[in-house]
């Protein structure tokens, strides 16, 4: 399943990449890309488990970014 979010203060584009790279290794993850000019939001995961997924994206975009909100 693919999905495409509005991300509501990612302050810079170094923040989106460690985003990605951190959300890319999850488990289930097959596709992941964060715009930082677009503040944009794509992701690939496995269908069954999708809003696993996400519950751990939001845990790890929180770490690395703390104001950054995924709208949902």
Known sequence: MKKVYR???LDCAN?????ERSVAKIDGVQNV???FMAQRMAIEADEDRFEEIMDEVV????????????IR
Do not use: T, Y
Request: hydrophobic share 30%; aromatic share 0%.
């Open 59 to 70: 845990k790890k975009c929180k770490k690395v970014e703390p104001d950054c909100r995924i």
């Open 7 to 9: 991300l509501e203060d």
């Open 33 to 35: 890309s964060i715009s």
């Open 15 to 19: 923040c989106a990449a460690k985003m």
